[in-house]
């Protein structure tokens, strides 16, 4: 509690211009008193998933991994950052907002499709 009022703090104090909008939201993400809509929550919990798809997928082509259990690893952590970032980092009431399943659910598609397309093009670019 101690720690997200600080958040607040170091925000309210520099919103006079000097903190960019990126740091904002930033702060946002960190901050486990901030209030989050469905949609918003969604988006970020979609982003953090794109990225982590797109650094393992990376990291999947250039050392040169092969086999279906990378995928699994991957998805198990993907899942395992997501759920630790809600539960843990912002510490909300998984039931406003569809119950672990959905929240575990938003963007696991897009971001399996993202980790296989990174993977697949390093290994080939840098293997063949």
């Known amino acids: 509690m101690k720690e997200g009022k600080s958040v607040k703090l170091h925000v309210q104090q520099h919103t006079n211009g000097h903190l960019s909008p990126f740091k904002l939201k930033l702060a946002k993400w960190l901050d ?29 082509g250039a050392i040169p991994l092969a086999g279906g259990i990378w995928i699994v690893m991957f998805l198990v952590l993907s899942s395992g950052i997501i759920y630790g970032y809600y539960a843990m980092v912002l510490k909300i009431d998984e039931e406003e907002y569809g119950g672990h399943g959905a929240l575990l659910q938003e963007g696991l598609f897009a971001s399996l499709t ?4 990174a993977w697949i093009l390093v290994y080939s670019l840098a293997h063949f």
């Open 114 to 117: 993202l980790f296989l397309l």
């Open 32 to 60: 486990p008193e901030a209030s989050w809509d469905k949609d918003q929550l969604g988006d970020a919990l979609h982003w953090i998933r794109q990225f982590v798809a797109l650094v393992c997928g990376l990291l999947c």
